[in-house]
């Protein structure tokens, strides 16, 4: 069943379609877009793009690659790569907001696309290019987020959910909840991403992930509140060592990262809390300031092959978009079923309530 594509006629889906623009913003974002203005030229990349570059400069989620990704596409084309990550979209934002250049593709999550798109900061891709892009499964040929994937090509999916030690813990955790309660004090962390921890304790209260009403927000703040003393951190993929070393015994974690950690230890295990959850997808998208786009479709077009897809879907325990690359995969990450999906939500605008979560994230990051 389609879960990404834009036919698909499920309301809270549909909803989707709007994004949540600058709801991915925190305030350093905020501040950046006030000082935000495009020095480098705004490039159109519809013609020929002549001849191929000699370098290519990616700005990614960190470990979201296979350790050949980049290597293979060297050998390959002649074209040094240089590799910067983030760990957060409020990052990535920040940064192509305040004007950052030099960078050919980012890799933002859906939930940032409407605001790229609507601040200019994404190309059209050229289809001449692109012989591969047939490969993508229906469902991601047309998401939601960006019709007939004129502008991105979708990289992975994945849901937010618990990374637990199995031989920590008596049984697998099975709430939001568990973040409150003191027994695991200090053993536990939560993602760095306001999204994900205001939006799991709403829905621990049995709210929309995506609510903007300050009486329910409140209780959403309260609960992260209460839950902060029992964190170690905020922290996102790099907390994966000190769950796996067994440091961490609880994480809020994402499925592909959840999936990585659980490659090198076997006693972690993932769950998604019977409160429900979030799913999201990444894209890879050109930047308009973009100093190599010849290369950069190149690269477009060699991860859109089936095996090389199928590699980073392996490595990384991301869900692929690539139809071709599902059967490839050895460790194949079927779409989630219907019933799944019945308790996973997308992350939509949040319209003016933008600045109340904001000025929340910010108190719960103070206190
Ligand atoms: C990769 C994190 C990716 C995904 N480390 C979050 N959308």
């Known amino acids: 069943m389609p879960f990404f594509a834009r036919s698909d006629r499920n309301p809270s889906r549909r909803d989707f379609l709007q994004g949540v623009g600058a709801a991915a913003l925190g305030s350093s974002a905020a501040a950046a877009l006030l000082g935000a203005c495009g020095k480098a030229p705004l490039r159109d990349f519809s013609g020929d793009l002549g001849p191929m570059e000699k370098r290519l400069n990616l700005y990614l989620w960190s470990d979201y690659l296979a350790p050949d990704t980049i290597s293979g596409f060297e050998a390959e084309h002649g074209v040094a790569v240089t590799l910067d990550t983030y760990e957060s979209n409020e990052e990535l934002a920040a940064k192509l907001l305040a004007g950052a250049t030099g960078y050919d593709l980012a890799l933002p999550s ?6 790229l798109r609507g601040r200019n900061l994404i190309a059209p891709l050229n289809r001449n290019y692109l012989s591969n892009i047939g490969n993508l499964a229906p469902l991601f040929a047309d998401p939601v987020w960006d019709p007939g994937t004129e502008y991105s090509v979708p990289w992975g999916w994945g849901t937010t959910g618990i990374a637990y030690r199995k031989d920590r813990l008596p049984s697998a955790p099975d709430s939001w909840g568990v973040f409150l309660d003191p027994t695991y004090r200090g053993k536990m962390t939560m993602l760095d991403d306001a999204r994900d921890v205001i939006g799991c304790f709403l829905r621990y209260r049995g709210h929309s992930i995506n609510s903007v009403d300050p009486a329910q927000l409140a209780e959403a703040k309260q609960d992260a509140l209460a839950a902060k003393p029992n964190l170690r951190a905020y922290a996102s993929a790099p907390v994966k060592p000190q769950l796996i070393a067994g440091d961490i015994w609880l994480a809020q974690m994402w499925s592909g990262d959840a999936a990585q950690a659980m490659a090198e230890q076997p006693e972690i295990g993932f769950v998604v809390p019977k409160e ?6 990444d894209a890879l998208v050109v930047l308009r300031t973009a100093p190599n786009p010849r290369a950069a479709h190149a690269f477009l077009d060699y ?11 392996d490595a990384t325990g991301y869900g692929t978009p690539n139809q071709a690359a599902q059967s490839l995969a050895r460790y194949p990450r079927p779409y989630p079923s219907p019933a799944e999906l019945e308790r996973l939500e997308y992350q939509r605008d949040l319209g003016a309530g933008v600045e109340l979560w904001d000025r929340i994230w910010t ?5």
């Open 110 to 115: 859906s939930s940032l696309f409407p605001l």
């Open 303 to 313: 991860v859109l092959r089936p095996e090389v897809a199928a590699a980073v879907a």
């Open 276 to 281: 429900g959850s979030m799913i999201f997808a």
């Open 363 to 367: 108190e719960i990051k103070a206190a």
